[in-house]
C-alpha cells in the first residue's frame, strides 16, 4: 500500500489527463530516463499522442514550480534533475498518460518493469476512486444546499406570517389600550 501511496504522488495533471514523467517511470522502473525513452523510441508505434507526449517549457516550468512548492528544495534538485542533450541543452520530459504505461509494460521487459507496472496501475485505479468519491460528496453537498435553500425559503415565510401576526396583536392591543374619548358609561 506504501509503494502505491509513493506512486500517487508522482502523478500529475497535465493537458486534463493524469500523466508520470519518464524520470519517475525509470526511477521506479530502476533504469535510467535515456534508457526508457530509448526503448520507447525503438517502439513509437506503440505510443501515440495520446499514450504519450512531450511537456512545452511552459508547463514543465510550472510543473517544477507546484512540485518545489510541495517538496523540500534539496531533494528536488535530484529528483527531476534532466538530462542533456546536444549543445547542452535540456530536454522536456515526456509524460505518459495511464494507456501510455500500460503499453510500456510491452516495451520494458524485467520484472522489476511487469511488477512496477502492476502497483501504477493499481495506484491509477485509487486515484480514480478517490476522484469518483469527491464528485460523489461534491452531488450530496450541493443537494443539501438545495434543501437548505428551500427549507429557508421556508423558514423566511414562516417568520413573516409570525411577525405579521404579532404586528396585528400589537395594534389591536394598541387600539384597545388607547385614551378613549366622548361618553363613557359607568
Known amino acids: 500500500m506504501q509503494i502505491i501511496q509513493s506512486i500517487q504522488t508522482k502523478i500529475y495533471e497535465i493537458r486534463g489527463e493524469r500523466v508520470m514523467l519518464d524520470k519517475d517511470l525509470a526511477d521506479l522502473y530502476e533504469t535510467e530516463t535515456k534508457a526508457l525513452n530509448l526503448a520507447v523510441k525503438r517502439n513509437i508505434k506503440r505510443f501515440p499522442k495520446d499514450f504519450m507526449f512531450q511537456l512545452t517549457k511552459a508547463e514543465w ?27 547542452g541543452t535540456r530536454y522536456l520530459p515526456y509524460a505518459f498518460t495511464e494507456q501510455g504505461i500500460a503499453m ?74 388607547r385614551k378613549k374619548i366622548g361618553f363613557s358609561k359607568k
Open 61 to 87: 516550468d510550472f510543473l517544477r514550480l507546484q512540485i518545489e512548492t510541495f517538496q523540500d528544495g534539496n531533494s528536488l534538485r535530484l529528483q527531476n534533475e534532466t538530462s542533456k542533450g546536444r549543445g
Open 104 to 177: 510500456l509494460s510491452g516495451v520494458l521487459n524485467s520484472d522489476r518493469a511487469i511488477n512496477m507496472n502492476i502497483a501504477i496501475m493499481r495506484a491509477f485505479v485509487e486515484v480514480r476512486k478517490v476522484l469518483l468519491n469527491q464528485s460523489s460528496l461534491k452531488e450530496k453537498l450541493k443537494e443539501l444546499r438545495e434543501r437548505l435553500g428551500e427549507h429557508d425559503a421556508q423558514l423566511n415565510q414562516i417568520y413573516e406570517a409570525m411577525e405579521n401576526l404579532l404586528d396585528e396583536k400589537a395594534f389591536k392591543r394598541k387600539w384597545e389600550d
